[in-house]
């Protein structure tokens, strides 16, 4: 199992209470900050073990590069981008 993420992929959860899509906003080892622009803000990421997440999908090359080199991205459009995935 592949388990290594980058910022702009699309991943779903399948454990916790915060099973849904999200974005990767930001890795960090083992772990994986996420965001989802409505339960989970931009501003303050969920810190998941990547072993719980599992891959779905690339955001737009635009916005995964905005949040690669740290720049922001707005909740709601986030909202709607992941919104393609449900």
Known sequence: MHTERSCGDV?????GRDEGYF??????GK?????DGARR???????????????????PQEVA?????GGKVGNARLKRLLGEYQ
């Open 11 to 15: 991943v779903k959860c399948f454990r």
């Open 23 to 28: 974005a990767v906003m930001r890795t960090d």
């Open 31 to 35: 772990f994986c900050y996420l965001a």
């Open 41 to 59: 803000k931009t501003e303050a990421p969920k810190k998941k073990n990547v072993k719980h997440v599992e891959y779905v999908g690339r955001l």
């Open 65 to 69: 590069a905005r949040i690669a080199n």
